[in-house]
């Protein structure tokens, strides 16, 4: 049975994340990134089901290669363009984008191949690790350890290579999606609790927000502590979750649900052509940010429509 509630949730999350990408900044900016990537591993925790290493491989790796190389030709355009319709000049030049965005697969602060790459390659990994059985079996044994160690992070001099390499994302990423695992395993109600209890949790959350300040999971700005990091993503999680449990059923919220993978391939491209358009010079604010979300997703819908019936692979789904 589809849970409606799921897929708000998952909408939400997406088009937060093109808005932070639009160039959202300030408390808005602040508030959004203390949950929204963090809610949608627990999601996807939640979603999972094994289907075995082959099938996993194909769900994500063919998206990915096939909107890595959607941008890729955008951006050798650009270069073409650019050099005043020089083929030799963009040729080099684009070798060189080639080259940085293929180690962006395990290197972190190399160009990804598209925006918000890091996010598919991470779940990707998470899921790939949750699909041997030895790793189920000690999840949650797993789960405290990566816990424990963000939080003693900041006292160890850890290499800054490390930093570097992408799969360390998985230590802090981990307890989301293992907690969406848990949820879902023992059956919790995600949607208890009264009023009083919840407006108590949304207060908090913007309490811990404020002194939290701003973090970032990418970069590994955790706040003041991984463990407080941690506990306020889950109250987001879970007051978004609430907010979305009344919510009617809707085709085009279902819609853009399954195309999380493309609006996440696409949105820089769409990004670049808006803002050249309206020859945006880089000024930000949040009626800007807000319109490119919008647009994003109605200039998305459509393609997601398409490729739901003609060709489903290309949004991470398989049989």
């Given at each position: 049975?589809?849970?409606?509630?799921?897929?708000?949730?998952?909408?939400?999350?997406?088009?937060?994340?093109?808005?932070?990408?639009?160039?959202?900044?300030?408390?808005?900016?602040?508030?959004?990134?203390?949950?929204?990537?963090?809610?949608?591993?627990?999601?996807?925790?939640?979603?999972?089901?094994?289907?075995?290493?082959?099938?996993?491989?194909?769900?994500?790796?063919?998206?990915?290669?096939?909107?890595?190389?959607?941008?890729?030709?955008?951006?050798?355009?650009?270069?073409?363009?650019?050099?005043?319709?020089?083929?030799?000049?963009?040729?080099?030049?684009?070798?060189?984008?080639?080259?940085?965005?293929?180690?962006?697969?395990?290197?972190?602060?190399?160009?990804?191949?598209?925006?918000?790459?890091?996010?598919?390659?991470?779940?990707?990994?998470?899921?790939?690790?949750?699909?041997?059985?030895?790793?189920?079996?000690?999840?949650?044994?797993?789960?405290?350890?990566?816990?424990?160690?963000?939080?003693?992070?900041?006292?160890?001099?850890?290499?800054?290579?490390?930093?570097?390499?992408?799969?360390?994302?998985l230590l802090s990423s981990l307890p989301f999606f293992i907690t969406g695992m848990t949820i879902k395993e023992q059956d919790l109600d995600v949607m208890k609790g009264k009023f009083e209890t919840k407006l108590l949790l949304l207060f908090l959350f913007f309490g811990l927000t404020l002194i939290q300040g701003r973090v970032d999971l990418y970069k590994y700005h955790y706040g003041i502590s991984y463990i407080v990091f941690y506990l306020n993503a889950i109250i987001g999680s879970y007051l978004l979750v609430n907010v979305c449990k009344n919510m009617p059923e809707k085709e085009w919220i279902k819609t853009l649900s399954t195309g999380t993978l493309l609006i996440l391939g696409l949105h820089g491209i769409i990004f670049h052509v808006i803002n050249d358009v309206l020859e945006y010079t880089g000024h930000t604010n949040v009626y800007y940010s807000v319109f490119v979300g919008v647009a994003v997703m109605v200039i998305c819908y459509y393609p997601i429509k398409w490729l739901n019936t003609k060709c489903p692979l290309l949004l991470g789904k398989i049989h």
């Open positions: 049975m589809r849970l409606s509630w799921i897929d708000y949730a998952k909408v939400i999350c997406i088009y937060l994340m093109v808005v932070c990408h639009a160039g959202l900044k300030g408390m808005g900016d602040n508030l959004i990134y203390q949950f929204h990537i963090l809610a949608f591993f627990i999601i996807s925790g939640y979603l999972f089901r094994p289907k075995g290493i082959k099938k996993e491989l194909l769900s994500f790796g063919v998206p990915i290669l096939f909107f890595g190389m959607v941008t890729l030709a955008y951006r050798y355009t650009r270069l073409f363009v650019a050099s005043g319709f020089n083929l030799s000049e963009a040729l080099v030049g684009g070798k060189l984008v080639t080259l940085s965005v293929l180690r962006s697969f395990y290197i972190a602060s190399t160009p990804s191949l598209f925006q918000g790459c890091w996010f598919v390659l991470v779940l990707w990994m998470m899921r790939l690790l949750m699909e041997v059985k030895f790793f189920r079996k000690i999840k949650c044994w797993l789960s405290g350890a990566c816990l424990l160690y963000c939080c003693f992070e900041p006292y160890m001099q850890i290499p800054s290579v490390m930093f570097e390499l992408r799969p360390y994302h």
